[in-house]
T-cell receptor
Framework: DTGVSQDPRHKITKRGQNVTFRCDPISEHNRLYWYRQTLGQGPEFLTYFQNEAQLEKSRLLSDRFSAERPKGSFSTLEIQRTEQGDSAMYLC????????????FGQGTRLTVV | LAKTTQPISMDSYEGQEVNITCSHNNIATNDYITWYQQFPSQGPRFIIQGYKTKVTNEVASLFIPADRKSSTLSLPRVSLSDTAVYYCLVVTETGTASKLTFGTGTRLQVTL
């Protein structure tokens, strides 16, 4: 297994455009998380799936943000009508359900909104 | 969620032992202490996790006193490649939900 994979690694988009990021977790992991990280800050939790169920989405930053995990495998994070403030690193992590098992992070997608 | 406090930055010379202390005064009975390491332009990487006393692995040691209100990550004989941001987290497993709450971390700079 090659770990958590995120695509693309970098994305530059114009303000107002929609963007979609993909995350492929470690294959046997049933939990998947999305985080956002801005410069100088720690990662900020956005949303979380267990299998295909989105168990928490209250921390998504606005209704422009949405995430899916249709078959309990890969996940997508979409940002509609991007704004300059959306520029950040978007990180995906996965883990296996169990008491305090470690989360494995991907290398992230760096979004720049111009 | 228990809040953590750790130094913003630390400097060390190569070959020295580095101890990073984290305070978590409001830690709950079911909480674990977890440390992650992050290099620039990469996602965080799990280092070590503990509940009480001492935990050691091939990378680091974690010391947790009896009251669990603080913890210390110990990195033996650091090298230049240990330059990174280190995050202390308190992890709570409630039902089926578990998420990591990161602070701003400790930026460790190792020099020759």
């Amino acid at each position: 297994d090659t770990g958590v994979s995120q695509d693309p690694r970098h994305k530059i988009t114009k303000r107002g455009q929609n963007v979609t990021f993909r995350c492929d977790p470690i294959s046997e992991h049933n939990r998947l998380y999305w985080y956002r990280q801005t410069l100088g800050q720690g990662p900020e939790f956005l949303t979380y799936f267990q299998n295909e169920a989105q168990l928490e989405k209250s921390r998504l930053l606005s209704d422009r943000f949405s995430a899916e995990r249709p078959k309990g495998s890969f996940s997508t994070l979409e940002i509609q009508r991007t704004e300059q403030g959306d520029s950040a690193m978007y990180l995906c992590a996965s883990s296996y359900h169990g008491t305090n098992t470690e989360a494995f992070f991907g290398q992230g997608t760096r979004l720049t909104v111009v | 969620l228990a809040k953590t406090t750790q130094p913003i930055s630390m400097d060390s010379y190569e070959g020295q032992e580095v101890n990073i202390t984290c305070s978590h005064n409001n830690i709950a009975t079911n909480d674990y202490i977890t440390w992650y390491q992050q290099f620039p332009s990469q996602g965080p990487r799990f280092i070590i996790q503990g509940y009480k006393t001492k935990v050691t692995n091939e990378v680091a040691s974690l010391f947790i006193p009896a009251d669990r209100k603080s913890s210390t990550l110990s990195l033996p004989r650091v090298s230049l490649s240990d330059t990174a941001v280190y995050y202390c987290l308190v992890v709570t497993e409630t039902g089926t939900a578990s998420k990591l709450t990161f602070g701003t971390g400790t930026r460790l700079q190792v020099t020759l």
